[in-house]
């Protein structure tokens, strides 16, 4: 299709939109689509969220369910498991996830997996939309190596972009309809559709010069945060050694000025799926080009090495306070990457957790009123319904700090606790209170 014909059935809504993968990134963006009006065939291989969905069962909390049930019941958005939906579409996102190995390579096997189903369900003329975050040049290597295989030609038989997700489950300000998008093209007229395709339901979008350049810029985004959150949590660990230094004061001082700053916190670790993985992406790609981002890699080893520093913390406390540490009782407040979400991919609280059954605590409870239970080997743990018994814990250990809980009171009733989130906000309480970085432990 041409420019021209894409602007025709945008205009008239008639440009039928696929995306496959229906997780924290597609879902929230086919409602996007959906209520403009865009008919959306929504594929994933997982039959229990596709069966869900077709139940009008929601299962991510960024996505309303009053706007979910509406675009199922007028028809303008289609959950499928059947591939051959795609062929229908004239837009197909690529919404897949990016893993990493246990050896910190790269696992794109999903993104090949999509680029194979998109081949064998593809509609000439058609646009795809690479969105999962990944190492610059991807969607050449990959996706467009995938076209030219099968004697396509580029700007005549398909068109190819990537314009990386900018999802922030919790976040009720920014969400998939309101983000500002970038978007990069592998070639400048793939580029020139894939801004129109988006402009139609986002209205900031930037258009790269080139996929690899909207590539490399999703990967800056995260590491950025990454590197400057290793700064505090360093500095955090430095000010436990030093003793009368309160990190979180230090922070909120210099949050004070107001030019050539931005304050980032502390914590037991990085959680989700961008920020802990994504150094590690670009790490991999430099190597081919004969570079070491060791400073990006530090970083990231950094904020890895957190929740292991925080269990050193929490014995501490515990040999302080307790005759037998390994018989106490411990309640986790929190197991959720981050606060107001219940996604636990990749969460420091969990890995604390872990960590602490492998040296011989047994007795570990979790209030987490996002994440009903979860599964750590053959373990599952459930959250307790209440915090009404918390009096009956010899530690609480706060590593998620969700706004659903009173946290004075917490603190006031427990016999022992140990704040990662700093949820007493430099307020006095007894001397049972610990807190990451505070410098007095």
Known sequence: MSEIIYKQKIQNKSLKIGIIGLGYVGLPLAMTYAKKGFLVYGYDIDENKVNSLLKKKNYILDV????????INDKVFC??????????CDVIFVCVPTPITKNKVPNV???ENATNIIMSNFKNGSMVILKSTTYPGTTEEIILSAFEKNN???DKDFYLAFSPERIDPGNEIWNSDNTPIVVGGVSKKSGDIAEIVIKSVISKVYKASSAKIAEMEKLLENIFRSVNIALVNEMAQMCDRMGDINIWEVIEAAATKPFGYMPFKPGPGIGGHCILIDPYYLSYCAKGYGFHSEFIELAAKTNENMPHYVVDEIIKVLIKNCENIYKSKVLFLGVSFKKNVGDIRNS???EIIKNLNKIGFSNISYYDEFVPKFQLKNNV???????????SFDCCIITTDHDNIDYNKVIANS???FDTRNVKKNKQYNNKYYLLGDGKK
Do not use: E
């Not at 309303?64 to 675009?71: S, T």
């Open 64 to 71: 309303d369910n009053q706007i979910l049930v509406n675009a």
């Open 381 to 391: 743990y459930k959250s307790l319904k209440s915090l009404q018994d918390i009096s």
């Open 415 to 417: 016999k022992l606790t």
């Open 109 to 111: 096997s999903y993104i």
């Open 348 to 350: 420091p609280a969990i």
């Open 79 to 88: 959950p499928t498991n059947d591939q051959k939906d795609l062929k229908k």
């Open 152 to 154: 396509m030609i580029i």
